[in-house]
């Protein structure tokens, strides 16, 4: 039997802020070259759309 080791469920960071935003935090989402990042806010993912490279390491 294989324990929950869902790779869905574990925890998001904002990228541009660094903030942990889990499912129930995330209020906005972005996809960028097949990868979705989620954000705390709506500012937060403008910033990152200008300039993804730059918060992708
Ligand atoms: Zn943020």
Not at 25 to 32: D, G, I, R
Not at 36 to 55: D, I, L, M
Request: charged letters at 35%; one cysteine or more.
């Amino acid at each position: 039997m294989k324990t929950q080791n869902s790779e869905h469920e574990q925890n998001q960071k904002d990228p541009v802020c660094g903030m942990d935003v889990s499912h129930a935090a995330v209020s906005e989402e972005f996809k960028y070259r097949d990868k979705t990042y989620y954000f705390c806010s709506g500012a937060c993912r403008e910033t990152f759309e200008k300039e993804p490279e730059k918060y992708i390491h």
